[in-house]
């Protein structure tokens, strides 16, 4: 979704963008790159723990509450920023309903369709 998006803002034009489109797709990147890690120190984690700790068990719950804590803040980005990958998908589609090139009416010329001719 972030590559798509990242796509279409580069060709989208300029009048359907906001200036904060790219800060926030690039917050959305980090906080992504950044839940992929704890995801996979959460692996580790889970990996180390006694064999009798299982889901529900006092140490399990701790080491998933302290994950869940960890992921928050970027959570957070995601509930805050989310929204400029929906915006702009719907400019791009409002710019693909718009002409690419403004259409101009047919214009009679006024001289009669004939051209003067120099001598």
Not at 10 to 18: E, F, N, V
Not at 45 to 50: E, G, M, Y
Not at 72 to 82: I, T
Request: net charge neutral; proline share 6%; hydrophobic share 35%.
């Amino acid at each position: 979704m972030l590559a798509t998006a990242r796509l279409q803002l580069q060709h989208l034009p300029a009048h359907l963008t906001r200036d904060s489109w790219p800060g926030q797709l690039t917050i959305l990147e980090e906080a992504l790159h950044r839940l992929d890690a704890l995801d996979k120190q959460w692996q580790q984690t889970r990996a180390q723990l006694p064999a009798d700790a299982g889901p529900g068990t006092e140490a399990y719950i701790d080491a998933l509450d302290e994950h869940h804590a960890e992921c928050w803040s970027y959570l957070d980005d995601w509930a805050c920023h989310g929204r400029a990958i929906l915006d702009i998908q719907a400019a791009t589609r409002r710019a693909g309903t718009q002409p690419k090139r403004p259409q101009f009416l047919a214009v009679k010329p006024r001289h009669g369709g004939y051209r003067a001719t120099r001598r």
